[in-house]
């Protein structure tokens, strides 16, 4: 019979209920994660059945992202003010609610909609998840449980776009729907094994203005951008790009007069974080083009079938996995600069090999070369973004500071969907049109590697060794042990980079009878 969750730290790598915590973390995160590119192999279908022009498509895409990054720090904010677990479970059932929707959206209105709600969920959740392993652990344990989520959220990312492909094949409607049975087994997981825990210093007041500003900001300058490619578009999209402006340069206002800011300001008075988040910006701007381009591609013009084309990048994620952890353990040797320069212009030559994928494209001679380049570029880059966000940042703001940037990211990826295929010409029926399509296509991938070259501009421009020169020594988390280094763990940053979990797990209560609190 399983025993009741604990109330407090201490789980031991290896036994039972810390398998169970492992479970429901990664496979919380992990469907989060995975509808925000699985989705992208379904888009050729969902057009076609529901009669979806371009614009259609792009907030099929745009409308989870959007909600999910204007939330994701207000997510992490509630997880430590109420309960993570709470906020977790939460998340969790919205999510799959949304996901129910989704799967039965009878029109594009609907599913954009369901869409949405989705981020809402997926902003409650992801924050959670990495604390919850943070909250649930304790010593030498934690670094090991934070690096098999890492490594395993990698391989849920990997064989993600193979799934979706599958499922995509039989219908587009299974990429939403497998979501609920995999909700009921993280929710039932969750409630008998996770230990509760909340910050009991958490502030006092949410952001709540700032959040809404943000959102505000994000969606109305995203509708102009993308409208921005409609037929007969008129000075309207003028009108909700000023407001969408107007509502972020407000939000700057609100965070700098804020007692309880949602972004501390003090982190941008930093050059180097301001630095790596103007190459995050430019570099997964990128990178949220590229793989919903690159699929419909695929599919409208080399051919692919749904499976294929959701396999295409998979060589990215092997690479981001296999070679992450060594990347970073090399960044602390020479200093970031070198890397973030070189791999932004690593992914910009895979981009630029990508125009060779045509009508007849092959896989393995046309797909497979460039995104291996690719993925070589994103390898040299993930990590040593990670360290140096953090390295920028009072080991008080660690957390706060790898969520801005896990947000830059999102928002980078959410408004490069909107503006690049209307800079390159798509727009309407034209991903019906393989020739029109083909066209476009080639126009976007020179605006993506100019993009990354940019990024490489901004890196080689203003980032510095974080520690000006001296390796970083292993943090040791509040029981005196050594934590491994986020940019040391396997990292599968395609989504966003990585986040960082709480240095301290405040708990509700004494640790339970057998349950260690320092295992160190």
């Keep these: 019979m399983a025993v009741p969750p604990p109330v407090g730290t201490g789980l031991r790598m290896g036994t039972p209920q810390a398998r169970w915590v492992l479970l429901a973390t990664v496979l919380g995160s992990g ?28 907030w099929t895409v745009n409308a989870y992202t959007l909600t999910l990054a204007a939330l994701i720090l207000l997510g992490g904010s509630l997880s430590d003010r109420y309960g993570r677990r709470r906020i977790f479970l939460i998340g969790v059932c919205w999510f799959a609610l949304a996901s129910l929707l ?12 369901a869409r949405a709600l989705q981020g809402v969920g997926g902003a409650l959740l992801t924050p959670g998840s990495l604390a919850l392993i943070s ?12 690096g098999a989520w890492s490594g395993l959220s990698g391989v849920a990312a990997a064989i993600g776009p193979f799934v979706g492909g599958w499922l995509v094949e039989w219908s587009w409607r299974a990429v939403f729907l497998i979501n609920l049975p995999l909700a009921v087994l993280v929710v039932a997981v969750t409630a008998r094994y996770v230990p509760e825990s909340r910050d009991p210093a958490a502030a006092a007041r949410l952001d709540w203005a700032g959040t809404a500003l943000v959102a505000a900001g994000l969606g109305a300058l995203t509708y102009a951008l993308t409208a921005a490619g409609d037929d007969g578009a008129g000075a309207g999209i003028w009108l909700w790009g000023g407001a969408g402006l107007l509502a972020l340069t407000a939000f700057v206002q609100v965070e700098r007069r804020s007692r309880h800011p949602l972004v501390p300001p003090t982190l941008f008075a930093n050059r180097q974080f301001t630095a790596t988040n103007a190459a995050t910006l430019f570099v997964y701007a990128a990178l949220g083009a590229v793989f919903v381009l690159l699929v419909l591609q695929l599919q409208v013009v080399s051919g692919f079938s749904p499976l294929l084309a959701g396999t295409a990048l998979l060589p990215v994620t092997a690479l981001m996995l296999l070679f992450s952890a060594r990347v970073g353990a090399l960044a602390q040797r020479i200093g970031p600069r070198p890397l973030l320069t070189a791999g932004p212009l690593v992914a910009a030559a895979g981009v630029l090999l990508m125009l060779r994928i045509g009508p007849d494209a092959s896989y393995l001679f046309d797909v497979l070369p460039a995104a291996v380049l690719f993925g070589a570029g994103l390898t040299l880059l993930v990590a040593p973004l990670t360290a140096t966000v953090l390295a920028s940042a009072e080991d008080r703001y660690a957390g706060v500071a790898s969520g801005v940037n896990n947000a830059v990211a999102r928002a980078a990826g959410l408004l490069a969907v909107a503006v690049v295929p209307v800079a390159a010409g798509l727009g309407g029926d034209d991903y019906t049109d393989p020739p029109a399509f083909a066209d476009g296509f080639r126009t976007a991938l020179l605006i993506l590697a100019g993009l990354l070259a940019a990024g490489a501009l901004v890196a080689v421009a203003f980032v510095r060794h974080p520690l000006g020169g001296v390796p970083a020594p292993a943090p040791t988390d509040p029981a005196g042990s050594e934590r491994t280094p986020m940019e040391e763990r396997p990292q599968c940053g395609i989504t966003g980079p990585a986040m960082h979990p709480p240095a301290q797990a405040p708990t509700e209560g004494p640790p339970p009878d057998g349950v260690r609190p320092d295992a160190s």
């Design 102 to 113: 989704c799967g039965l959206a009878p029109d594009i209105g609907t599913l954009v909609a």
């Design 31 to 58: 469907v989060a994660m995975l509808d925000a590119t699985v989705v992208n192999v379904a888009l050729e279908r969902i057009g076609a059945d529901l009669g979806a022009d371009f614009s259609g498509l792009q």
């Design 135 to 146: 909250a649930s652990f304790s010593g030498s344990d934690r670094a090991a449980a934070v």
